[in-house]
């Protein structure tokens, strides 16, 4: 061990032999002999001729080591009333069968396979499953609407659906079946097969390529992990990029499993037999690392947690998930501490449970804003960690290393760059920036393991999106400073780019459903400052000439058709509820719209106006608007 400065320095000036020593802890079928190929940047490749089973070494290699009766997940469910307990052994059982069904159906080594999941075990067990073969998972978050789920079937080409019958969304029952067959309606590839795990609040009728996944079990014999290289995609996740097509982020194997397996005791803290618990969604970057991978490949013990952090039933859930299994390290957004705070601003469910377990509260996904940091630090009266990553990142760039040491917190800042991330701000030029200026932040390449590859048929996308606005630098995309002891301080996303509740959106997806109304000219949409959900988005329409906007009750009727658009095409979860018919957007004399501005002004600040403003009075009129005055 050493102290951060001194792993952190080791990574940097020893990077062969830091990861290296990393990969000692996994089982290899071929221990890699090198770590990084950087023979054709920016696409870098961890551990070329290492080959292994991410698989195998979540939960075989635990068993072979004696740890089969431990605690592997735990499924809490307070919206079914159900609790279930997989230990090790049972967990890789049933991995092991669900491999041979999915075997059975045809898929093997470098197949993908779609999962539109709720948060239920089988998730993860499909997910660990596909991995067994070699075969390639894209979980697709279930709050994405049937348009969105057909733009990833047609990109990721599954050979084989896994969905359920529905989802449990609060106290509303969601039939995911019927967004599943209207997908593959909707797209162009057709997959070969569906298999459908029936839940009893809701069940499916099926079709001629559905699979019952009950039954399919029961006749199923249970596959081996095969090895795969070190270098080969585990899995596409799909992620909301400026445009409406979404970013299919390719990860590999062997990087990805030695990253997480380093930060598991390293930066949370957990180590086998321990319990962590991560309330995110398995749809998500979080809930792939944190959920399913990393505390597997540490031999600890994962909650799966399928509920809200109020109304099911109550704000003291998070509690009381904690106190039943013991759990040392939890990981959610700040947007759950801010509704757990709004329903019980003085924490009194706490006091009904036993959280003397707990170590520390990891919080990552948006900003956190200081008094929701304050608010739980006082609350719990435990270390609260802000740290900061991507779903192209894979695991956290920045954070406070809890398992090495703890450094000190500023409120506001996600900490220091954990080993192997060169974290660097530039301004517009590509030139560093002084300490407490804000930037762009960027990455200098190589990245560490676990990153992205490439995205997926897209190499040309990749590179365009972040790897050239900058040559040598990755493009985060965010923006903020670095002072003087080496903190990152990220301010926010410098591109389209919103985060709402912690989910990230694409204003530019949203805008391109308004603009599909055949009364809307123009449209604009901006993610503003919300106390709950962190940012919203808010919609501005432009009327085509022509439209009587004054007839009776058109605006509200135009208002509740395109909310309704933009729920139907990119799903609930985008939360536009708020548009305004206005006259006109402010423009460049390009044409480019002021979002930025738009934005200032809406969150009240005091925004200069732009000296490339076309016309001043259009933002005159919709100031306003924007301030809701
Ligand atoms: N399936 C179907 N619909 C879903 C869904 C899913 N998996 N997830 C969310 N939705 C729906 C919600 O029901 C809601 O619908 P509504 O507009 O009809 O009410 C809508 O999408 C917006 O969801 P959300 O933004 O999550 O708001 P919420 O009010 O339902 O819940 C929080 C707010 C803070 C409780 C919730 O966002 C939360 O628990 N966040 C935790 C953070 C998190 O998981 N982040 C992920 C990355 S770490
Ligand atoms: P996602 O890819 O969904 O994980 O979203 C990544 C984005 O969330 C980042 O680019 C940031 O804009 C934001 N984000 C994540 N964690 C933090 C954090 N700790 N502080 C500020 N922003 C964050």
């Known amino acids: 061990m050493g102290t951060y400065e001194e792993i952190f320095r080791s990574s940097v000036e020893d990077r062969e032999g830091f990861w290296l020593r990393a990969t000692e802890s996994l089982d290899w079928y071929k221990a890699p002999t090198r770590a990084l190929d950087e023979s054709n940047p920016p696409f870098y490749r ?64 470098g197949d993908r396979v779609v999962l539109y999941m709720p948060m239920v075990p089988e998730a993860a067990i499909a997910m660990l499953a596909c991995a067994r073969l070699g075969a390639i998972h894209s979980v697709v978050f279930g709050g ?25 969304e609060g106290k509303r029952v969601i039939e995911y079946k019927p967004l599943l067959d209207k997908a593959i309606e909707l797209s162009t590839h057709k997959p070969e097969r569906n298999v459908v795990l029936q839940r009893p609040q809701a069940e499916a009728s099926m079709g001629e390529k559905d699979v019952d996944w009950a039954e399919a079990v029961r006749t199923a014999t249970p596959a081996d992990p095969v090895p795969v290289r070190s270098t080969d ?79 099911t039933p109550d704000a003291g859930q998070f509690w009381r998930v904690i106190a039943e299994n013991d759990v040392t390290s939890m990981f959610t957004a700040p947007t759950a501490f801010r509704a757990i705070k709004k329903e019980d601003p003085d924490g009194t469910f706490t006091k009904d449970y036993d959280l003397s377990k707990l170590k520390y509260l990891f919080l990552a996904g948006e900003r956190l804003d200081p ?29 406070d290393p809890a398992g090495i040491e703890l450094l000190e917190i500023k409120p506001g800042s996600p900490t220091r760059p954990m080993p192997g991330w060169d974290v660097q701000v530039l301004d517009t ?73 912690g989910h990230r959106l694409s204003t530019g997806g949203m805008e391109e ?9 123009e449209c604009a949409v901006i993610g503003v400052a919300d106390t709950m959900k962190g940012q919203i988005p808010r919609g501005f329409v432009v009327l085509k000439s022509g439209v009587d906007a004054d007839a009776d009750g058109y605006e509200e009727k135009l208002r509740g058709e395109l909310v309704e658009m933009v729920r139907d095409q990119i799903g609930a979860v985008a939360s536009l509820k708020d548009v305004a018919v206005v006259p006109a957007l402010p423009k460049t004399r390009s044409g480019k719209i002021l979002r930025k501005t738009m934005r200032g002004i809406a969150d009240g600040h005091d925004e200069p106006v732009p000296s490339t403003i076309d016309d001043a009075s259009v933002l005159d009129t919709l100031r306003p608007v924007l301030r809701r005055e």
């Not at 990805?256 to 930066?267: D, E, F, K």
């Not at 190589?446 to 493009?475: C, H, I, K």
């Open 46 to 109: 961890w551990f070329p001729d290492g080959e292994l089973n991410i698989s195998h070494n979540a939960l075989d290699r635990h068993v072979d080591a004696g740890r089969g009766e431990q605690a592997a997940l735990v499924y809490d469910s307070p919206v079914t009333g159900t609790k279930r307990t997989y230990t090790y052994a049972q967990l890789r059982d049933e991995v092991a069968t669900f491999a041979g069904v999915l075997r059975d159906l045809g898929v093997g080594y």
């Open 144 to 168: 994405f609407a049937a348009k969105e789920l057909a733009v990833r079937i047609d990109d990721a080409a599954p050979k084989v659906m896994v969905s359920a019958s529905c989802g449990i």
């Open 233 to 311: 995609p585990l899995y596409i996740l799909y992620t909301s990029g400026t445009t409406g097509k979404p970013k299919g982020v390719v990860r590999d194997t062997g990087g990805y499993a030695t990253a997480l397996n380093w930060s598991m005791p390293n930066v949370y803290d957990v180590g086998p037999g321990e319990a962590m618990f991560t309330a995110s969604d398995v749809g998500w970057v979080v809930g792939h690392s944190y959920i399913v991978y990393a505390p597997l490949l540490a031999g600890a013990t994962t909650v799966l947690y399928e509920g809200k952090p109020v109304g």
């Open 371 to 399: 008094e929701t940091y304050r608010w739980a630090s006082e609350l719990l009266g435990i270390p609260v960690i802000d740290h900061w990553w991507q779903t192209e990142t894979g695991w956290p760039i920045a954070a």
């Open 429 to 501: 030029d590509g030139k560093p920036v002084e300490a407490g200026t804000d930037g762009a932040i960027v990455v200098k390449l190589p990245m560490p393991p676990g990153s992205l590859l490439t995205l997926w048929n897209d190499d040309e996308r990749f590179v365009q999106s972040y790897m050239s606005a900058f040559s040598g630098y990755y493009l985060t995309g965010d923006g903020g400073h670095l002072d003087g002891d080496g903190y990152v301080f990220v301010m926010g996303r410098t591109d389209d780019v919103i985060n709402v509740a």
């Open 513 to 521: 459903v308004l603009a599909g109304h055949a009364d809307v000219a």
